[in-house]
Protein backbone atom coordinates (compact mmCIF):
# COMPACT_ATOMS: atom_id res chain seq x y z
CA UNK A 1 0.00 0.00 0.00
CA UNK A 2 3.03 2.26 -0.61
CA UNK A 3 2.62 2.70 3.33
CA UNK A 4 0.54 5.08 3.33
CA UNK A 5 -1.10 4.60 7.08
CA UNK A 6 0.08 0.83 6.66
CA UNK A 7 -0.08 0.75 10.78
CA UNK A 8 -3.80 0.45 10.23
CA UNK A 9 -5.09 -2.52 9.55
CA UNK A 10 -8.72 -1.42 8.86
CA UNK A 11 -7.47 1.45 6.22
CA UNK A 12 -5.52 -1.28 4.70
CA UNK A 13 -8.44 -3.76 4.30
CA UNK A 14 -10.34 -0.92 3.03
CA UNK A 15 -7.70 0.18 0.32
CA UNK A 16 -7.41 -3.10 -0.97
CA UNK A 17 -11.46 -3.82 -1.03
CA UNK A 18 -11.69 -1.36 -2.83
CA UNK A 19 -9.10 -2.36 -5.68
CA UNK A 20 -10.90 -5.58 -5.81
CA UNK A 21 -14.35 -4.40 -6.45
CA UNK A 22 -12.68 -1.82 -8.74
CA UNK A 23 -10.88 -5.00 -10.42
CA UNK A 24 -14.02 -6.85 -10.64
CA UNK A 25 -15.51 -4.66 -13.14
CA UNK A 26 -12.69 -3.19 -14.81
CA UNK A 27 -9.27 -5.84 -14.68
CA UNK A 28 -7.00 -3.68 -16.34
CA UNK A 29 -7.25 -1.05 -13.97
CA UNK A 30 -4.19 0.32 -12.25
CA UNK A 31 -3.83 2.34 -8.71
CA UNK A 32 -1.70 4.81 -6.91
CA UNK A 33 -2.30 5.11 -3.25
CA UNK A 34 -0.61 8.43 -1.28
CA UNK A 35 -1.09 10.22 1.23
CA UNK A 36 -3.38 14.23 1.09
CA UNK A 37 -3.73 16.73 2.72
CA UNK A 38 -6.94 18.33 1.47
CA UNK A 39 -8.90 16.48 3.60
CA UNK A 40 -6.51 14.30 5.67
CA UNK A 41 -6.50 10.87 4.36
CA UNK A 42 -5.60 8.27 2.20
CA UNK A 43 -5.72 9.01 -1.89
CA UNK A 44 -6.52 6.04 -3.94
CA UNK A 45 -6.08 7.18 -7.68
CA UNK A 46 -7.40 4.66 -10.01
CA UNK A 47 -7.02 4.71 -13.82
CA UNK A 48 -10.67 2.98 -14.86
CA UNK A 49 -12.48 2.72 -18.29
CA UNK A 50 -15.73 3.59 -16.50
CA UNK A 51 -16.60 4.79 -12.89
CA UNK A 52 -18.65 1.65 -10.96
CA UNK A 53 -17.13 1.71 -7.62
CA UNK A 54 -18.52 5.16 -6.18
CA UNK A 55 -20.99 3.52 -3.24
CA UNK A 56 -18.29 1.21 -1.00
CA UNK A 57 -16.09 4.15 -0.72
CA UNK A 58 -18.36 6.76 0.12
CA UNK A 59 -19.62 4.08 2.98
CA UNK A 60 -16.54 3.50 4.26
CA UNK A 61 -15.92 7.27 4.64
CA UNK A 62 -19.39 7.86 6.56
CA UNK A 63 -20.08 4.83 8.03
CA UNK A 64 -16.47 3.22 8.97
CA UNK A 65 -15.03 6.88 9.43
CA UNK A 66 -11.90 6.04 7.40
CA UNK A 67 -10.37 8.95 5.36
CA UNK A 68 -10.19 7.37 1.99
CA UNK A 69 -10.86 9.30 -1.04
CA UNK A 70 -10.90 7.42 -4.21
CA UNK A 71 -9.94 9.58 -7.36
CA UNK A 72 -11.07 7.74 -10.83
CA UNK A 73 -9.22 8.94 -13.87
CA UNK A 74 -10.50 7.85 -17.36
CA UNK A 75 -8.02 5.63 -19.51
CA UNK A 76 -6.71 7.34 -22.49
CA UNK A 77 -8.63 5.09 -24.81
CA UNK A 78 -12.26 6.29 -23.07
CA UNK A 79 -11.05 10.25 -23.12
CA UNK A 80 -10.23 9.72 -26.98
CA UNK A 81 -13.62 7.56 -27.56
CA UNK A 82 -15.32 10.40 -25.42
CA UNK A 83 -13.68 12.92 -27.56
CA UNK A 84 -14.12 11.08 -31.13
CA UNK A 85 -18.23 11.20 -29.96
CA UNK A 86 -18.16 14.75 -29.32
CA UNK A 87 -16.46 15.53 -33.03
CA UNK A 88 -19.13 13.48 -34.84
CA UNK A 89 -22.42 15.09 -32.34
CA UNK A 90 -21.02 18.37 -34.01
CA UNK A 91 -20.40 17.68 -37.26
CA UNK A 92 -23.73 16.22 -37.85
CA UNK A 93 -25.01 19.57 -35.84
CA UNK A 94 -23.25 20.93 -38.26
CA UNK A 95 -20.99 22.91 -35.94
CA UNK A 96 -16.95 23.33 -35.98
CA UNK A 97 -14.88 21.31 -34.11
CA UNK A 98 -13.49 22.30 -31.27
CA UNK A 99 -9.55 23.07 -31.12
CA UNK A 100 -7.74 20.36 -30.04
CA UNK A 101 -5.09 21.02 -27.37
CA UNK A 102 -2.95 18.60 -25.55
Avoid at 14 to 33: G, H, M, N
Avoid at 46 to 70: H, S
Wanted: hydrophobic share 40%; proline share 9%; charged share 25%.
Amino acid sequence: MNDVQADDPRLVGAVQETKDLIWERCPTASFSVTHGEGPEGTYLTAVVDVDVFIERPLTLQVDEELPLYVIPNETPERVARAYAERCRAMIAGGRSLPPLSL
